[in-house]
């Protein structure tokens, strides 16, 4: 049987894939891929309900909503309108969180963002969905500001903490994803092997260009998603098959759905 792969985390409605989204969503399709589809502010958030609602296209591409801490200052009560207009039709809440190299002039950003980060938990709280979480540089704030939100399933995209930080996370029961950095980043490879394997996701944060063995190809490619799967099979003694049924298991626990 052929796996069924997920991408846990790209931006599929970035302006990057304007020109060649239907070939991007054939070969999606084709493969037996599937795709959490996730957003930056409003915009994005109403572009992407659009182009994913068709149900041939919503069975393999999730739609993921949200206000990216880039977008802390985006109109919340038109998010939430946007939310409660399309509760059905959205699988999580991301992607959300906190960045304080967004921050260019005072203090107050921060805690702006800190404010829009929580209505968008109590959002995901509400309506029962799970989210996805940018964490750069704000991983004790972030991991300090979660217990107080009863939340499905949480997923640190790109996991960029510490030892100490994925311990944490792992006590949380928060799921943590690794992408195309991990084939030449040592930090990283050290992270993965002090996962608990039934947290581990895989994404490609498209269209995000990775370097080093990847040559700054556009991430859009399937081939770098294959890398990070073979790559973890590699490093935790799992042939492709068994490690595309843990991480299928995975998806599906993190989604609360089966894919
Ligand atoms: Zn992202």
Redesign the pocket.
């Known amino acids: 049987m052929k796996p069924v792969l997920c991408d846990s985390?790209i931006?599929l409605t970035d302006p990057v894939y304007d020109n060649f989204l239907p070939s991007i969503l054939a070969t999606i399709r084709g493969l037996d891929l599937k795709a959490c589809s996730?957003t930056v502010n409003n915009s994005t958030s109403l572009k992407g309900l659009r182009l994913f609602e068709e149900k041939s296209v919503h069975d393999f591409v999730y739609n993921f909503i949200g206000i990216?801490p880039q977008y802390a200052t985006e109109n919340l009560s038109k998010f939430e309108e946007i939310v409660i207009d399309n509760v059905n039709n959205i699988d999580g809440i991301g992607?959300i969180g906190l960045d304080p190299s967004y921050i260019h002039e005072n203090e107050t950003q921060y805690a702006t963002q800190k404010k829009t980060f929580q209505l968008l938990l109590e959002l995901a709280e509400k309506y029962n969905k799970p989210i996805s979480i940018?964490s750069r540089k704000s991983m004790d704030d972030i991991l300090q500001v979660l217990p107080s939100y009863k939340i499905q399933s949480s997923l640190l995209?790109?996991f960029n903490g510490n030892k100490k930080h994925l311990k944490q996370a792992m006590d949380m029961n928060i799921f943590v994803s690794y992408g195309p950095v991990l084939l030449y980043s040592p930090d990283k490879k050290v992270l993965l092997k002090e996962t608990n394997i039934d947290k581990i996701l895989v994404e490609t944060?498209g269209p995000v260009k990775y370097s080093n063995c990847f040559n700054y190809l556009p991430s859009s490619s399937i081939s770098h998603l294959l890398s990070v799967i073979k790559y973890i099979g590699d490093t935790l003694n799992l042939d492709f098959e068994d490690i595309s049924n843990l991480l299928k298991s995975n998806s599906e626990n993190f989604l609360g759905k089966i894919i």
Do not use: I
């Open positions: 985390h931006h996730v990216h992607e940018h995209h790109w944060d």
